[in-house]
């Protein structure tokens, strides 16, 4: 007994060396996106947000708070046609002519077969919430705006092919819902049409403090199965114009549906056994401030919450969900919780990991279930972006991909970092994309980096076309690529 | 650039000197970058001056060449000091001309608007006003006026709105301080002071007589300290001191 015991523990422990060996043996390359043709650009490019082509994985489009660098009338993607080797601008994101802003909030999503890429957009100029769509988006045609409205914040987009026919996804927190149930998914059922209809979805059932929270994030599983996830606000204290805004009891949401998002009553199949209700409420009663901006306690980034959800690829059941808070009592400004269910949303592990003075959150899982979780935590006034992965959900390995200052360069607007970052797989791949000070110096990466624009590594200063002249440091997009 | 297929109207030209442009991209002198003529010929070796807008930014630059023309440096280069002061004045000039009413004066106070301030002495505080990150903090600024420069005259004081929020979507425009003096180019397009006093998220918690009738600044270049105001070339309208006078 007590040797099978022993062998037991062994082959436990040879496992986890196992895993901790196939984690450690990952490739990361990890790119500043910023191309050489702009070099001298000094620009806050933050909040940024990525999509694969899941059909050539060479063709990836990013997305940051970045104008069009001759102020034309149109905002830039980044674009790359290698895999993220390398990248250029291309301006087709329609916004206004002479607008120093670019765009303001966007998030793309190409669909499955290659053939469009889709978008939502706040439009600089008029604020107004767009959706968007291309054939080519490496030409410079400009993208296609596909509907509009006013009084929405912070679309988050997802499309995919099914039966032939776009699914075009994108969450939002629309003020103009009645009764301050305010999370929103816009869907179309075929989105490669001429002229797409959208169909507006109010996915909140519950009553609120006046609005949900900012986050409404849709994510789909290819066998039809739709999660998102949002934030139920319940109370709130303080005032929001003086930075002292808190939502003092949040929910946070995870709704389900099983056809698409096409269901008679979409977003409803799962139910909280508590109250009856459409939408399982993960946890309640959650606690955060939710800032008009940052301060140095918050590295300059300002704070209001954390949702992330992904969905296993290989069996819809398995949904991993991040969410944010400030546990009471705690001196932190937000801590990340990673939590996972097996069985389609009805119930949830406690956590997995806590992360605590830490925003930006991102979770994938990849063709072989396995997860990463990114993420920017403050540490002694710097900005350390981590991706941790796991097989199963109790191991998990952390890579530091940037370490830079979290007080230089100092913000010119909010948000610093930006209010999202995103990560997604790629069969067994994972790519990420974030914000980060720029400042050429290896220990700020520790895991390597290559850039794009001139840079001298060995007097650490970025350098104009010329080769010669400084260039003060900035907030860059970073993309990184995990081969696994 | 190998993003840009070849083509009968595509070339590699050797940039001898930028005319005008913004700073990211006035240091080009030197460098080849990749031109698309829309219309028109070039012969290799030959020197042109070339008016285009980039198109993609990557390991080098592509322009499109909206016209060409054989070049005439000697005489664009006397005008152009620096290229982006050359077209930062020619973007001034725009919102010159866009301008409703331009002043010369002194920022006497800032402070909320005076219906929001009634709204709080009385009480009459919404149910719920939208709690969104791009709220522009809408504030109200006096300006004591010393000149006019464009627009009806006889003005002692003038009002206008700013966004005080430094999200992404107002930073950029100009944040009014006690004391602070210059030109202010305003603008009473109701579009644009919807949105500057609105905000998209505070809409419905505004009544609409708050959107209508307001001056705005909202563009960069849409105040001027007086330092920077005089000097600009394109703007002799500002080459004034007092009301009237030239």
Redesign the interface.
């Known amino acids: 007994m007590a040797a099978k015991k022993t062998r037991k523990t062994t082959k436990a422990r040879t496992a986890k060396k196992k895993s901790a060996a196939k984690l450690a043996a990952s490739n990361v390359f990890l790119i500043n996106m910023i191309p050489k043709a702009l070099s001298g650009e000094t620009h806050q490019d933050s909040e940024p947000h990525l999509t694969v082509n899941l059909s050539n994985t060479k063709q990836i489009v990013g997305t940051a708070f970045t104008p069009d660098p001759a102020l034309g009338p149109n905002a830039p993607l980044y674009v790359s046609q290698d895999g993220g080797n390398s990248w250029m601008l291309n301006s087709i994101v329609p916004s206004t002519a002479g607008s120093s802003l670019g765009t303001g909030d966007i998030t793309t999503s190409f669909n499955s077969n290659a053939s469009r890429l889709y978008g939502g957009i706040l439009r600089s100029g008029s604020g107004k919430m767009e959706f968007l769509r291309t054939s080519s988006f490496s030409s410079p045609s400009a993208m296609a705006v596909l509907k509009s409205r006013s009084n929405a914040d912070q679309p988050f987009t997802t499309a995919t092919t099914l039966g032939g026919k776009d699914r075009v996804y994108i969450g939002s927190n629309d003020f103009s819902a009645p009764g301050g149930r305010t999370a929103t998914i816009d869907q179309s059922m075929d989105g490669g049409l001429s002229a797409p209809t959208f169909k507006t979805i109010r996915v909140e059932k519950r009553s609120t403090v006046g609005q949900n929270g900012p986050q409404t994030r849709p994510i789909f599983h290819a066998d039809g199965t739709m999660y998102a996830a949002f934030y139920r606000w319940r109370t709130s204290t303080g005032d929001f114009q003086a930075n002292t805004f808190v939502v003092t009891s949040a929910d946070v949401i995870v709704v389900r549906d099983d056809n698409s998002g096409n269901s008679p009553q979409p977003y409803t199949a799962l139910v909280d056994a508590g109250d009856g209700l459409a939408g399982k409420r993960v946890v309640t009663g959650k606690r955060f401030p939710f800032m008009i901006h940052g301060t140095g306690a918050t590295g300059q980034q300002r704070i209001g919450g954390c949702l992330s959800i992904a969905v296993s690829p290989v069996n819809s059941s398995i949904v991993f969900l991040v969410w944010g808070d400030k546990p009471a009592g705690s001196t932190d400004f937000l801590t990340l919780h990673v939590t996972r269910s097996l069985d389609r949303g009805v119930s949830w592990s406690a956590d997995l990991l806590t992360i605590p003075s830490a925003t930006n959150g991102a979770i994938a899982l990849n063709s072989v279930g396995k997860i990463a979780f990114l993420y920017q935590k403050l540490k002694n006034f710097r900005w350390v972006t981590h991706v941790q992965r796991s097989i199963d959900g109790a191991t998990w390995d952390d890579l530091i991909l940037a370490d830079t200052s979290a007080t230089n360069p100092i913000k010119t607007f909010d948000p610093y970092l930006g209010d999202y970052c995103h990560l997604l797989a790629t069969g067994k791949d994972f790519c990420g994309i974030f914000s980060a000070g720029n400042t050429p110096n290896l220990a700020n990466f520790p895991n390597g980096v290559k850039y794009q624009r001139n840079a001298n590594f060995a007097t650490q200063r970025l350098l104009k076309l010329d080769g010669v002249t400084p260039v003060p440091a900035s907030v860059d997009p970073f993309f990184f690529r995990i081969t696994e | 650039m190998a ?1 840009v297929p070849a083509g009968k109207n595509t070339i590699v030209v050797r940039v001898d000197e930028v005319i005008e ?5 006035e ?2 002198a ?2 080849d970058v990749t031109v698309q003529l829309r219309t028109g010929r070039v012969k290799s070796g030959e020197q042109y001056t070339f008016y285009s ?9 592509v322009v ?1 060449a909206i016209a060409h023309e054989t070049a005439v440096p000697s005489a664009l280069t006397r005008a152009a000091a620096k290229p982006s002061s050359t077209l930062r004045d020619k ?1 001034a000039r ?1 919102r010159f001309d866009a301008a409703d009413l331009v002043v010369a004066g002194l920022v006497t106070s800032v402070r909320v608007t005076p219906e929001a301030a009634t709204a709080a002495a009385r009480g009459a505080v919404p ?9 522009p ?1 809408t504030q109200e600024a006096a300006i004591q006026v010393t000149a006019v420069h464009k627009g009806a005259r006889g003005r002692k004081e003038v009002k206008l709105r700013f966004p005080r ?5 107002w ?2 425009a100009p944040k009014f301080v006690v004391g602070q003096q210059g030109v202010f180019m305003l603008h009473t397009d109701e579009k644009a002071a919807k ?1 500057a006093v609105r ?3 505070v ?2 918690a505004l009544p609409q007589a708050d959107t209508q009738g307001f001056h705005t600044a909202l ?2 270049l849409d105040f001027l300290p007086l330092n920077q105001a005089v000097g600009v070339p394109a703007m002799p309208e500002l080459h004034t001191d007092e009301e009237g006078e030239q």
């Not at chain 2, 807008?53 to 630059?61: A, K, Q, R, T, V």
């Not at chain 2, 149910?127 to 709220?135: A, Q, R, T």
């Not at chain 2, 929020?165 to 979507?169: I, K, L, P, Y």
């Open positions: 993003a442009s913004l700073e990211v991209l240091d080009y030197g460098h807008n980039p198109e993609i930014f990557g390991e080098s630059l499109q973007l725009a149910k719920w006003k939208p709690v969104s990150e791009h709220d903090v929020s430094t999200d992404v979507r930073y950029q949105v905000g998209a998220a809409a419905a563009h960069p």
